[in-house]
């Protein structure tokens, strides 16, 4: 098997920044490799999952620790081992999470927005409020109207329902009359969403993982562990940047964004490697049943199809 020197490269920095996150790399490999295959795993496969990429023991059984008390996790015992599941409430968490990483990448728009008024709640609600919605990609049109072009209506009413102001606030539609493209309409978007910042994540993201696919290409035996530690560091590297991405319709973006470029370039290295780091995890995890089972179908259809 060839073991490609970039990817001990990315391994070795991932090892040596400070602190590791463990809690955030597990969610990483849990919503993108456990997840579609059960979503069990005995704590001593997954201790020697993780090991290599520089999370020792204790800061596993840590980070495993904050993820149950936080309802991510729920644990079993059978004899000696305990095992790790997502509970329902963590799994609708992931599926939230991860849904917009494998996704189509720029849906049809139909010029209209998502609009919520906050006027009628106090200041401090409406910071928590505002908060929330930004990490659904809302921008603020003003100090109290925030606006998104593309919502998802499900997590929205379920975010204004878990903040208790669902009737408090106002939801409605609005839509946009003459060009989905004007100069001041973009200028809008420039100013309430920070696209600058965003486009540095993800250049950063390209020049870190362009090399990378290069190198992989022409490989015919790649090395099953290396490419389960690169599907799993890009994707978490690809997972952060899209947190603070808004989501916006291709139609309102620059010419040239980066993100569509980034978008291809995950897509593309993924392809070439979750059969071998499938493979990896078929060979280390382990569940109270015996191997993990294969992906559900679902897994199959990620970035428009594997």
Known sequence: M???????????????????????????IYGDAISPRGGTVWLGSLIRLLEPLGLNQRLVRTSIFRLTKDGWLASSQVGRKSFYSLT????????????????????EWDGKWDMIVTTQLDNELRKVVKKELEWLG?????????????????????????????????????????????????????????????????????????????ALEGQSELD??????????????????????????????????????????????????????EEHLSSTQETADGPLPEPAPRFYKRFGGL
Not at 88 to 103: K, L
Not at 179 to 190: F, N
């Open 138 to 214: 809302f921008g603020n049109i003003t100090p109290s109207v925030m606006a998104h072009p593309m919502a998802d209506i499900t997590e929205v009413s379920s975010t204004l329902q878990e903040l208790c102001v669902l009737n408090d606030v106002i939801h409605m539609k609005s839509e946009l009359v003459g060009s989905q493209t004007s100069i001041p309409l973009k200028e809008l978007v420039h100013e309430c969403w920070n696209l600058d910042q965003l486009a540095e994540g993800y250049q950063a993201f390209l020049e870190r993982f362009r090399p990378i696919l290069r």
């Open 88 to 107: 329902d409430t963590g799994r609708r968490r992931f599926e939230s999470a991860f849904r917009r990483i494998y996704a189509e990448l720029y849906p």
């Open 2 to 28: 060839n073991k490609l020197r970039c990817i001990e490269e990315l391994v070795d920095d991932f090892k040596n920044q400070r602190p590791i996150r463990g809690g955030s790399l597990i969610i990483t």
């Open 224 to 277: 099953p562990e290396q490419c389960f530690q690169l599907r799993t560091l890009m994707i978490h590297h690809y997972r952060r940047i899209l947190l603070r991405d808004p989501q916006l319709p291709e139609k309102l973006l620059p010419a040239d964004w980066s993100g569509t470029s980034a978008r291809v370039l995950c897509r593309n290295i993924y392809r070439l490697i979750y059969k071998r780091a």
